[in-house]
């Protein structure tokens, strides 16, 4: 089997998929948005920041997808 490393952008764009979820998670336990309290509510830089990890989540769904299909590649071959 082929082992793939991680990227630095996919271990980024893992880093902010967690920092999303953890919000996420205080939402729909406390009622709290980390980001808000940090940057405002809905000011340019928590839009930012919201935007981001969006786009880190695409990005991780995309990648899984394309390792998957690798592997599935691999285990044809072999």
């Given at each position: 089997m082929v082992?793939?490393?991680l990227s630095t952008l996919?271990?980024?764009a893992i880093a902010f998929v967690v920092i999303g979820?953890?919000?996420w998670g205080l939402i729909g336990l406390?009622?709290?948005?980390?980001?808000a309290a940090i940057f405002g509510p809905m000011t340019l830089l928590s839009r930012i920041l919201y935007t981001v990890v969006g786009l880190?989540?695409?990005y991780l769904l995309v990648d899984a997808s394309r390792l998957r299909e690798e592997r599935r590649t691999v285990?044809?071959?072999t």
């Open positions: 082992e793939r490393k996919t271990w980024v979820a953890l919000n406390f009622n709290f948005d980390l980001v880190g989540g695409v285990a044809t071959v």
